[in-house]
Nanobody
Framework: QVQLKESGGGLVQAGDSLGLSCRIS????????????VAWFRQPPGKAREWVAA????????FYADSVKGRFTIARDNAKDTVSLQMNSLKPADTAVYYC??????????????????WGQGTQVTVSS
């Protein structure tokens, strides 16, 4: 069973930066992080969960929601089994629980929750105005 663990959430002010990290382990199968495309989703208070960004297995392709394009950067280090989300120029509208997600499918389809196979437990990001 793949396990995803997010870290790095917190309370920041508008305009600040914050980095999230997702550590992925798949000890039972022995697969490495490189076997999975990874995405970040978020769920703002009182709203549905939405896709934020995705990255391909080798990190060569990245995809972003329009709302975060140019401000957020997704990256991965397969040697350390981690995926990061660097968030700059944060806005109060970025306030949400952020979830890490993994799939054995292409990163191009990971904007759709139905293609996500594994989820982390989430980490809270709060941006004050």
């Amino acid at each position: 069973q793949v396990q995803l663990k997010e870290s790095g959430g917190g309370l920041v002010q508008a305009g600040d930066s914050l980095g999230l990290s997702c550590r992925i382990s798949d000890a039972p199968s022995g697969r490495s992080l490189a076997a999975y495309a990874v995405a970040w989703f978020r769920q703002p208070p009182g709203k549905a969960r939405e896709w934020v960004a995705a990255i391909s297995r080798n990190g060569g392709s990245t995809f972003y929601a329009d709302s975060v394009k140019g401000r957020f950067t997704i990256a991965r280090d397969n040697a350390k089994d981690t995926v990061s989300l660097q968030m700059n120029s944060l806005k109060p509208a970025d306030t949400a629980v952020y979830y890490c997600a993994a799939s054995s499918l292409s990163a191009q389809v990971m904007d759709l929750e139905k293609y996500v196979r594994f989820w982390g437990q989430g980490t809270q990001v709060t941006v004050s105005s």
